[in-house]
């Protein structure tokens, strides 16, 4: 009887961690697809502003170009 206790525990706190991991799993998805969609958003307002205006935008070169001398 104490053994069958045992293991229904076991059971109940398994299935507990396993929705507590698949809950912190989608939370982490659904970060990551919005992160995505506001990168593709400024991507299209980018592209609609290049079309638009025919310039490319100042930021549009905002990457770093490393050091030669040092």
């Known amino acids: 009887m104490k053994a069958e206790q045992m ?3 076991a059971q109940e706190k398994l299935a507990s ?6 809950r912190v799993a989608e939370e982490k998805r ?3 697809e919005a992160t995505l969609n506001e990168g593709a958003a ?3 307002e980018k592209a609609d ?9 100042s ?7 490393p050091s030669l001398c040092g």
């Open 59 to 65: 930021s549009f070169f905002s990457f770093r170009i």
């Open 42 to 44: 400024r991507t299209s």
């Open 17 to 22: 961690k396993l929705a507590t991991a698949r």
């Open 7 to 9: 293991k229904a525990r």
């Open 49 to 57: 502003y290049i079309r638009r205006t025919g310039h490319l935008p």
């Open 30 to 32: 659904a970060v990551a």
